[in-house]
């Protein structure tokens, strides 16, 4: 399938295993091959919710390899993590550098930032991220569900999840892939 | 924690993911001590589009244990082998001898069905599976969101899996509880 749209999830300890695995599932639904990557390594990895996944691989392994997008989800320790990981900061650097899509949701968000990601780019995450978001006037920050500005595509929480993963499958395909998608899930997406 | 409720999630090959991860973190943020129990032992399980998600145990050893209620997620091969499980037949019948509480969504209702469980009570599933539950007149048969019929919740998909985990914490604890749970989780419960 030399057109198959390619993802990678940067899945680290403590992350929000409900917007890990909406983003996994929605874009394989949508056909896009997925790689569930382990910050720490290719073990089993305890989300906030002690929800246990094991990754396909580890971030080690594949950061070398070119991704349509990356996808960091949010939980207040796992984006801790995605802060604290070099292999982060260099898989997103090369992502913005060749000009691919970021996503972030929720508290994942602070990462980008750590990182010096997207520097300039409007952008939303969770509520109680805001103030650490809006310091020091490098984003521009928005209350909305899901915040699309070029390249990066961000969004607040688990309850915006859905509409995060399905704006990933319209930036990567289209509107009508998107709701092609969401109708058997019994979701509407316009 | 004397008081403490509990939850088993029954997870067998092809359950469907992001049924399966709500349920648990929902009911693990509403304070519900919640064991994922694999349908087929403790190694980890292949969900519907291939998210590998480690049991806490294996059905077996767990299954003479007492839950506040009994969650089946859906999907569709996920749902075939909760028929096909002795087990999940005699964990079910169990819970409805001892008028507790047992949550099925998806294409999950079929296996009720299967096992003959909550014969006569209102319900609803996955569109798709509307006839073959309403085949033999077992059940009343709804297209409501979430179905409460005394012990049995059942909903239909995954855009209404949080409605139908928050419905579980209503019916475990009482509707303020189920809203608390929501909003941190940016969602409205009422």
Redesign the interface.
């Known amino acids: 399938m030399p057109n198959t749209k390619t993802a990678i999830i940067l899945l680290a300890e403590g992350a929000?295993?409900?917007e890990f695995?909406?983003a996994?599932?929605v874009l394989?639904?949508a056909g896009v091959s997925v790689t569930?990557a382990g910050v720490a390594g290719a073990e089993?990895v305890k989300c906030?919710?002690?929800?246990?996944?094991?990754p396909d691989k580890s971030l080690k392994d594949v950061k070398k390899e070119s991704f349509d997008v990356v996808i960091l989800p949010g939980g207040l320790e796992g984006s801790r993590h995605l802060s604290d990981s070099t292999d982060v900061g260099e898989i997103l650097k090369k992502q913005e550098q060749n000009d691919k899509l970021i996503a972030a949701i929720c508290a994942a968000p602070t990462a980008l930032k750590f990182h010096k990601i997207c520097l300039g780019k409007k952008l939303t995450s969770y509520?109680a991220m805001k103030c650490p978001m809006e310091e020091g006037n490098h984003y521009t920050y928005l209350e909305e569900k899901v915040v699309i500005d070029g390249n990066l595509i961000t969004s607040?929480?688990?309850?915006?999840a859905?509409d995060f993963a399905l704006a990933i499958v319209e930036k990567l395909f289209d509107k009508e892939t998107a709701s092609n998608v969401?109708k058997?899930?019994?979701?509407t997406y316009e």
Chains 1, 2 share one sequence.
Not at 156 to 160: E, H
Not at 184 to 187: N, S
């Open positions: 929000e295993e409900m695995v909406i996994a599932d394989r639904r569930v089993p906030s919710r002690e929800v246990k996944i094991v509520p607040r929480g688990p309850g915006t859905f969401a058997p899930m019994l979701l």
